[in-house]
C-alpha cells in the first residue's frame, strides 16, 4: 500500500478519479463511523492541497473537476431520516459541512493552480491507435471516466510515469483491456492504484506484465 504522498513522489504525473477522492463514506455504516469516514477524507482533501502547494504533480480532468465541483455525499442533510436532536446527528451534519469546505477549497486549488487537463481534438488525432482501443475498450463506462484514462494513457505514450488513482471497477477492467491491446504503454509506465481508503492506494498489476514484476 502507499499514501498519496508516496505516489507523487515517484510518478510524473498523477491523476485522481472522482471517487478515489469523495468515496470514501459508507451511509449503510453507523452515524459514528460516516463521522470518522468524513474525518479521515477531509485530511485526505487537506493532503492533497498541499501537495499542490509543494508543486507536486497532481492532476484531475475537466471532468473530474466538473463532479468534484458538484459533489454532495449520498444520504447527506437532506435525506437524513433519524432524529434532528440527537447529537450524533448533529456531529454529522456539522462533519458534512467541513467536507463540503474542504472539497471545495481543494476544487478551487485544481483550478488555480492549472492542473485540470483537457483533451483536445489534435490529441486524439495525433493518437488513433490507442483512440481506437480506448474507443472499444471503454465502450461501457461514462464520458469522464473514459476521458480519464485517455488522458493517463497518452502522458504514459510520451514518456511519462503516471499513476491513475481511483476505486471504480469499470477504469480498472478499461485499463486492463487497453493494455492487453496496446503495444504502446504497460502497467509500468501507466500504474493503476485502487483506493482503498482515504489513507491508503493498493497498486494492482496487469497479468499480462507479471513477468517483468
Known amino acids: 500500500m502507499a499514501s498519496l504522498r508516496d505516489i507523487v513522489e515517484e510518478n510524473d504525473f498523477v491523476l485522481l478519479d472522482t471517487c478515489a477522492l469523495c468515496a470514501h463514506v459508507d451511509n449503510r455504516e453507523s452515524v459514528s463511523t460516516q463521522i470518522r469516514d468524513c474525518q479521515k477524507t477531509i485530511d485526505l482533501f487537506t493532503e492533497a492541497a498541499r501537495l499542490i502547494e509543494l508543486n507536486s504533480p497532481l492532476f484531475i480532468s475537466d471532468g473530474v ?25 448533529r456531529d454529522k451534519l456539522n462533519m458534512l459541512r467541513k467536507y463540503g469546505v474542504a472539497l471545495k477549497k481543494l476544487s478551487l486549488k485544481f483550478k488555480d493552480t492549472n492542473r485540470i487537463i483537457s483533451l483536445s481534438g489534435e490529441d486524439i488525432v495525433s493518437t488513433p491507435e490507442l483512440g481506437y482501443a480506448i474507443s472499444y475498450r471503454c465502450r461501457d463506462i461514462g464520458e469522464t471516466d473514459s476521458k480519464l484514462l485517455y488522458i493517463a494513457a497518452l502522458k504514459a505514450l510520451k514518456g511519462n510515469s ?5 476505486r471504480d471497477s469499470g477504469i480498472q477492467s478499461a485499463w486492463r483491456g ?11 509506465d501507466l500504474k493503476f492504484y485502487w483506493a482503498k481508503s482515504p489513507r491508503s492506494f493498493v497498486r494492482k498489476r496487469h497479468e499480462r506484465f507479471s513477468e517483468h514484476i
Open 65 to 89: 473537476e466538473r463532479e468534484i465541483r458538484n459533489y454532495y455525499v449520498v444520504n447527506g442533510p437532506g435525506n437524513l431520516t433519524y432524529n434532528i436532536s440527537s447529537q450524533k446527528t
Open 162 to 166: 503516471v499513476a491513475l488513482l481511483t
Open 178 to 188: 487497453l493494455l492487453y491491446d496496446s503495444q504502446l504503454v504497460t502497467d509500468r
